[in-house]
Protein backbone atom coordinates (compact mmCIF):
# COMPACT_ATOMS: atom_id res chain seq x y z
CA UNK A 1 0.00 0.00 0.00
CA UNK A 2 1.23 3.22 -1.10
CA UNK A 3 1.63 6.27 1.75
CA UNK A 4 -1.27 8.12 2.07
CA UNK A 5 -1.17 11.26 4.04
CA UNK A 6 -4.37 13.36 6.17
CA UNK A 7 -4.16 15.93 7.48
CA UNK A 8 -6.70 16.12 10.71
CA UNK A 9 -8.27 18.86 12.09
CA UNK A 10 -9.42 18.83 15.87
CA UNK A 11 -11.89 21.64 17.61
CA UNK A 12 -11.93 22.03 21.41
CA UNK A 13 -15.61 22.08 22.20
CA UNK A 14 -16.88 23.78 25.43
CA UNK A 15 -20.22 22.46 27.45
CA UNK A 16 -21.68 24.25 30.24
CA UNK A 17 -23.25 22.02 32.38
CA UNK A 18 -24.83 22.93 35.95
CA UNK A 19 -24.30 20.56 38.66
CA UNK A 20 -25.42 20.54 42.51
CA UNK A 21 -25.27 24.93 41.27
CA UNK A 22 -21.77 24.81 40.39
CA UNK A 23 -21.00 25.52 37.01
CA UNK A 24 -18.54 22.65 35.08
CA UNK A 25 -16.65 23.80 31.75
CA UNK A 26 -16.12 20.53 30.21
CA UNK A 27 -13.81 20.52 27.19
CA UNK A 28 -13.47 17.60 24.70
CA UNK A 29 -11.55 17.65 21.38
CA UNK A 30 -13.55 16.65 18.35
CA UNK A 31 -12.23 15.47 15.04
CA UNK A 32 -14.26 17.89 12.51
CA UNK A 33 -12.06 17.52 9.61
CA UNK A 34 -10.35 14.79 7.82
CA UNK A 35 -8.67 16.19 4.74
CA UNK A 36 -6.56 13.83 2.18
CA UNK A 37 -3.55 15.17 0.45
CA UNK A 38 -2.31 13.86 -2.75
CA UNK A 39 1.26 13.71 -2.27
CA UNK A 40 4.20 13.09 0.22
CA UNK A 41 4.86 13.64 3.77
CA UNK A 42 6.43 17.13 3.06
CA UNK A 43 3.09 18.16 1.24
CA UNK A 44 1.03 17.08 4.17
CA UNK A 45 3.10 19.00 6.80
CA UNK A 46 3.06 21.86 4.36
CA UNK A 47 -1.03 21.46 4.21
CA UNK A 48 -1.00 21.07 7.61
CA UNK A 49 0.58 24.63 8.73
CA UNK A 50 -1.76 26.10 6.21
CA UNK A 51 -4.56 24.90 7.92
CA UNK A 52 -3.60 26.19 11.56
CA UNK A 53 -2.95 29.69 10.12
CA UNK A 54 -6.25 29.65 7.86
CA UNK A 55 -8.81 27.38 9.22
CA UNK A 56 -11.44 29.24 10.78
CA UNK A 57 -13.71 27.04 13.19
CA UNK A 58 -17.25 26.28 12.91
CA UNK A 59 -17.96 28.37 16.55
CA UNK A 60 -16.29 31.17 15.03
CA UNK A 61 -17.14 31.11 11.24
CA UNK A 62 -21.23 30.86 12.81
CA UNK A 63 -20.59 34.44 14.27
CA UNK A 64 -18.51 36.16 11.24
CA UNK A 65 -19.04 38.88 9.36
CA UNK A 66 -17.82 39.31 5.76
CA UNK A 67 -14.62 41.36 6.16
CA UNK A 68 -13.65 39.85 9.54
CA UNK A 69 -10.31 38.48 10.24
CA UNK A 70 -10.09 36.37 13.71
CA UNK A 71 -7.09 36.80 16.07
CA UNK A 72 -4.83 33.99 15.53
CA UNK A 73 -1.74 32.48 18.15
CA UNK A 74 -0.71 29.02 16.26
CA UNK A 75 1.86 26.95 18.03
CA UNK A 76 3.78 24.50 16.62
CA UNK A 77 4.28 21.47 19.18
CA UNK A 78 7.78 19.03 19.38
CA UNK A 79 5.34 16.24 17.30
CA UNK A 80 4.74 18.54 14.89
CA UNK A 81 1.10 19.36 15.79
CA UNK A 82 0.00 22.89 15.80
CA UNK A 83 -2.08 24.13 18.29
CA UNK A 84 -4.42 27.30 17.57
CA UNK A 85 -6.33 29.59 19.21
CA UNK A 86 -8.51 31.90 17.39
CA UNK A 87 -10.30 34.87 18.93
CA UNK A 88 -13.04 37.32 17.90
CA UNK A 89 -14.79 39.38 19.78
CA UNK A 90 -15.75 37.45 23.20
CA UNK A 91 -15.51 34.32 21.38
CA UNK A 92 -12.40 32.19 21.97
CA UNK A 93 -11.72 28.38 19.89
CA UNK A 94 -8.47 26.63 19.93
CA UNK A 95 -8.09 24.08 17.00
CA UNK A 96 -5.38 21.49 16.63
CA UNK A 97 -3.85 20.08 13.34
CA UNK A 98 -1.89 17.32 12.64
CA UNK A 99 -0.42 15.03 9.97
CA UNK A 100 -1.16 11.38 10.08
CA UNK A 101 -0.59 8.29 7.67
CA UNK A 102 -3.03 6.00 6.51
CA UNK A 103 -1.63 2.77 8.23
CA UNK A 104 -4.89 0.46 7.71
CA UNK A 105 -7.84 0.14 6.24
CA UNK A 106 -10.47 -2.51 5.93
CA UNK A 107 -14.14 -2.33 4.16
CA UNK A 108 -17.38 -3.04 6.57
CA UNK A 109 -18.70 -6.66 5.92
CA UNK A 110 -22.07 -7.42 6.87
CA UNK A 111 -23.49 -11.08 8.16
CA UNK A 112 -25.55 -12.79 5.73
CA UNK A 113 -29.35 -12.07 6.92
CA UNK A 114 -30.95 -14.31 8.98
CA UNK A 115 -33.44 -17.18 7.75
CA UNK A 116 -36.83 -17.24 8.93
CA UNK A 117 -36.02 -20.24 10.85
CA UNK A 118 -32.80 -18.37 12.60
CA UNK A 119 -35.11 -16.06 13.42
CA UNK A 120 -37.69 -17.90 15.00
CA UNK A 121 -35.12 -20.18 17.12
CA UNK A 122 -33.74 -16.60 17.93
CA UNK A 123 -37.01 -15.52 19.34
CA UNK A 124 -36.92 -18.31 21.81
CA UNK A 125 -33.71 -18.81 23.12
CA UNK A 126 -31.39 -16.50 25.48
CA UNK A 127 -29.55 -13.38 23.63
CA UNK A 128 -26.18 -14.52 22.15
CA UNK A 129 -22.92 -14.37 23.87
CA UNK A 130 -21.70 -10.63 23.17
CA UNK A 131 -18.35 -10.14 21.38
CA UNK A 132 -15.04 -10.30 23.77
CA UNK A 133 -13.31 -7.04 24.27
CA UNK A 134 -9.77 -6.70 22.85
CA UNK A 135 -6.80 -7.96 24.94
CA UNK A 136 -2.96 -7.76 23.76
CA UNK A 137 -1.84 -10.18 21.74
CA UNK A 138 -0.53 -13.26 24.20
CA UNK A 139 -3.31 -12.18 27.00
CA UNK A 140 -6.59 -13.19 25.82
Not at 55 to 72: C, F, L, Q, S, V
Not at 80 to 91: E, F, N, P, S, Y
Not at 112 to 127: C, D, I, M, V
Amino acid sequence: MAAEWYVLIEEDTRVTEYVDGNQLKLHRWMLTGTHHIGGDEAQAVAAAEDAALHYIPGTIARHAKPGDEPARHALLAQDGAWVVIVRQRHRECRIRVTTARLMHSQEEKEAPPKTLKQTLRGALQAPPTPLKPWAPPGQG
